[in-house]
């Protein structure tokens, strides 16, 4: 039967997943997986503020470049994650004593270097991540701090002055239609009256525990589109508790998975992206904020990188 990747491309559909270096270097069976099954990548860690910047003054791209070269040979579409967010910032960042105007003038630079030289390569930038909190207010962050809520709008057209990638606004927990997404709306419409260029909204879609209702997400996808914004589901992945995990606990991920593909092509969102290629190499494996907390075999190929019941019904419903 045709790949996953085939059966998209024939539905004009972009599934993808999110990469990491040391996997596409080191395991062949995961490479191949990321080669044939998606026609989308996003760099898991590799182009965050961390990761690419070793001290103030100086940038590490190995790992960002090997992915986005991995992408570019394959004749995939490129994300990228993240320009501006308040976690996985750089270890010396602590201690860094700056002013103001110091940190906007770093950020500057940061976006227009980073954006800057993947301008003919990444399709569409994560530019700013997670600057909603949960209650639905601006969170606190030291962007926030330094140049109050107007980063975002600087920092998209920071990103803009370098780069015709599509530009996205990407969060969790907004993926149905509730309290956090409305207030996501509102920011977004703001930024667009504004004249800010913002060109989509990025739903995480971390199904961890709680499912995010597949027709909420289907209505929530529609809203934001009457604003004019490209969607995009960036992050799926799909867990149970883990002292809750039942016995037919794959069949019930794949037909979860099924059911937001199909919200995708009803609502009109053209891409569906997995937070990993599988459940071995997932960041909820061990990830220190999630201790024990969630199932750990939430994507579409399980450890050795064989289709789950989940990928083929995500196949069947494209
Ligand atoms: C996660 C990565 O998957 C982990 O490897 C890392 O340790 C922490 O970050 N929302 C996001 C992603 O936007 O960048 C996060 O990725 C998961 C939650």
């Not at 069976?29 to 990548?41: D, V």
């Not at 909420?216 to 004019?228: C, M, P």
């Not at 914004?229 to 039942?246: C, G, K, N, S």
């Not at 579409?300 to 789950?308: A, I, R, S």
Request: one cysteine or more; glycine letters at 6%.
């Amino acid at each position: 039967h045709s790949s996953l990747r085939e059966t998209a491309d024939d539905r004009g559909f972009r599934i993808g997943a999110a990469l990491n270096a040391r996997s596409l270097r080191s395991d062949p069976s995961y490479w191949k997986a990321a080669r044939n099954e998606f026609n989308a990548i996003t760099p898991e860690n590799a182009l965050k503020m961390g990761p690419l910047r070793p001290s103030r003054k100086t940038y590490d791209f190995t790992d960002a470049d090997a992915i986005v070269d991995f992408g570019r040979a394959h004749d995939m579409y490129v994300r990228g994650h993240t320009l501006v967010w308040h976690n996985q910032k750089p270890d010396w960042f602590q201690a860094w004593d700056y002013t103001d105007e110091q940190l906007e003038t770093f950020l500057r630079d940061h976006v227009h270097t980073v954006a800057g030289r993947y301008r003919a390569k990444i399709d569409a930038w994560d530019v700013v991540n997670e600057a909603v909190a949960d209650d639905g207010t601006l969170r606190e962050t030291v962007w926030a701090d330094a140049m109050g809520e107007e980063y975002l709008d600087k920092a998209f057209r920071w990103a803009r002055e370098v780069t015709d990638a599509d530009l996205y606004y990407n969060d969790y927990g907004a993926d149905a239609v509730n309290g956090k997404s409305d207030a996501i709306h509102d920011l977004l419409s703001d930024l667009l009256d504004r004249g800010v260029p913002i060109d989509g909204v990025g739903l995480q879609c971390h199904a961890l525990g709680e499912w995010p209702d597949p027709d909420s997400v289907a209505e929530n996808v529609r809203r934001f589109r009457e604003l004019g914004l490209d969607v995009q589901i960036t992050e799926m992945d799909v867990a149970f508790p883990a002292d809750e995990r039942p016995e037919d606990a794959l069949e019930q991920q794949a037909e979860y998975y099924r059911a937001i593909t199909e919200a995708c092509l009803e609502a009109g969102c053209d891409t569906l992206v997995q937070w990993g290629v599988n459940d071995a190499t997932s960041w909820l494996r061990g990830f220190k904020d999630f201790p024990e907390r969630f199932t750990g075999d939430p994507l579409l190929f399980d450890d050795g990188c064989d289709p789950k019941p989940a990928y083929h019904a995500v196949r069947e419903a494209l």
